[in-house]
């Protein structure tokens, strides 16, 4: 008869209301300083998310008409 294997399940004590509230408030500022660390990236891309739509919708639209205008004649 082979033995049986046997685990050791680590159980966690209850946590309080206090204990709970600092472990909340430390999970929420380090994801608030993640998001945080974010932004500045976020509005660059934005950034260069309209400088390049300013400069190729103008360009499309007089292709465009270009392209109309020679279809016209």
């Given at each position: 008869m082979k033995p049986s294997k046997q685990r050791v399940v680590i159980t966690p004590e209850p946590m309080n209301t206090a204990a709970f509230a600092q472990h909340a408030r430390s999970v929420v500022a380090l994801h608030g300083e993640r998001i945080l660390a974010e932004i500045p990236r976020?509005?660059?891309?934005?950034?260069?998310?309209?400088?390049?739509?300013?400069?190729?919708?103008?360009?499309?639209?007089?292709?465009?008409?270009?392209v109309l205008w020679h279809l016209g004649h």
């Open positions: 976020t509005l660059r891309r934005v950034g260069l998310f309209f400088l390049v739509l300013s400069i190729t919708i103008p360009a499309f639209c007089v292709a465009f008409l270009v």
